[in-house]
């Protein structure tokens, strides 16, 4: 059994931040991986088909699971993610290191459309996805579990979203 002598532990003083890393990947028409929205800040090329992105603290990504095999699809998804800093919880998924806080998480084709959809609505009122507020996503997710629509995004929203932040900081 190996241990890592750094867990539970602050970081040390001037320790770079803990930046979370997606695994992307894309073999056209079997499996493909890719981001929604979320601004990285650095990526590295694995091969021709699979490269990682590097996402800092605090933000937020949407990350897209599809695959398929001779029958058809056999996995539609996608979660929002909050990159998390040094000492913050998370949870784990798969492609993610070390893992997020999951403001969504949704399967199934026909969710992972709404949730589409629902992205597509934030970018109309000339939101960045990845700057709405995180509750509008927990909103959607839990929306979508109980099988209800969820509510519209909308400038007000975002508007306390950004000063709540503002006090936060």
Request: proline share 8%; hydrophobic share 40%.
């Amino acid at each position: 059994m190996t241990t890592d002598p750094d867990i539970g532990r602050a970081p040390r003083p001037g320790a770079p931040p803990l930046l979370t890393q997606v695994e992307l990947t894309w073999f056209e028409g079997r499996i493909e991986h890719w981001i929604r929205f979320g601004h990285d800040c650095g990526e590295t090329i694995v091969d021709r088909r699979r490269r990682h992105l590097a996402f800092p603290p605090g933000s937020v990504f949407a990350f897209v699971r599809w695959a398929s095999n001779d029958f058809g699809t056999i996995i539609s998804r996608i979660d929002i993610v909050r990159a998390i800093a040094h000492g913050e919880a998370y949870q784990t998924l798969p492609f993610v290191r070390p893992g997020g806080d999951i403001l969504l998480r949704i399967s199934g084709w026909p969710k992972v459309e709404r949730v589409l959809k629902a992205i597509d609505a934030v970018e109309v009122l000339g939101i960045d996805p990845a700057d709405a507020a995180p509750d509008h996503w927990r909103h959607v997710h839990n929306r979508l579990i109980a099988g209800y629509e969820p509510r519209p995004y909308d400038r007000a929203q975002h508007r306390a979203w950004l000063l709540r932040r503002g006090l936060a900081s």
